[in-house]
């Protein structure tokens, strides 16, 4: 019993150590923050799988095959993810703030690929916002940005 408990707690120190000595590259720190908002609402829809997959294709000149390698290391690290710092701080360390207000933009866009936006998807942009730094007129006109974008779309 004690073994077991013991193998538990080493594995887990093992799985944090791998995590935390492997540096998150920018596509899948941005890549983690567009899973989180679509898998907000618990519903995952091919409008907003397939939004999320354009926008790391256009964002970082990605090929379809790079974008599934990154997007399934993004979803493991999204649903363990505590917090969204570990993502943030990254883009922040690297982006400036227009990058970081665009960033913000293409999450309105991931939200609104569903044709809806639920009260959660809104409150977790919300918090990423915050976390890069954006003033709340920024957090605004990001929101104004993507609607106006889906409206075009539409």
């Given at each position: 019993?004690?073994?077991?408990?013991?193998?538990?707690?080493?594995?887990?120190?093992?799985?944090?150590?791998?995590?935390?000595?492997?540096?998150?590259?920018?596509?899948?720190?941005?890549?983690v923050l567009l899973c989180e908002v679509m898998r907000a609402d618990s519903v995952f829809t091919t409008s907003e799988q397939n939004k999320l997959n354009e926008?790391?294709?256009?964002?970082?000149?990605?090929?379809?095959?790079?974008?599934?390698?990154?997007?399934?290391?993004?979803?493991?690290?999204?649903?363990?993810?505590?917090?969204?710092?570990?993502?943030?701080?990254?883009?922040?360390?690297?982006?400036?703030?227009?990058?970081?207000?665009?960033?913000?933009?293409?999450?309105?866009?991931?939200?609104?690929?569903?044709?809806?936006?639920?009260?959660?998807?809104?409150?977790?942009?919300?918090?990423?916002?915050?976390?890069?730094?954006?003033?709340?007129?920024?957090?605004?006109?990001?929101?104004?940005?993507?609607?106006?974008?889906?409206?075009?779309?539409?």
């Open positions: 019993m004690l073994d077991k408990i013991n193998d538990f707690f080493n594995n887990l120190l093992n799985t944090n150590e791998k995590e935390t000595t492997e540096p998150l590259s920018i596509e899948i720190s941005c890549a926008i790391l294709i256009k964002q970082f000149n990605l090929t379809t095959q790079e974008v599934n390698t990154i997007l399934e290391q993004a979803f493991e690290l999204s649903e363990n993810a505590s917090d969204f710092y570990q993502f943030t701080s990254k883009l922040n360390q690297y982006y400036s703030l227009d990058e970081r207000i665009k960033i913000v933009t293409l999450l309105w866009q991931v939200a609104y690929a569903d044709g809806e936006l639920d009260n959660i998807e809104e409150h977790i942009i919300r918090k990423i916002a915050d976390l890069l730094h954006l003033r709340h007129s920024e957090y605004i006109a990001t929101k104004i940005a993507a609607e106006a974008f889906k409206n075009q779309v539409s």
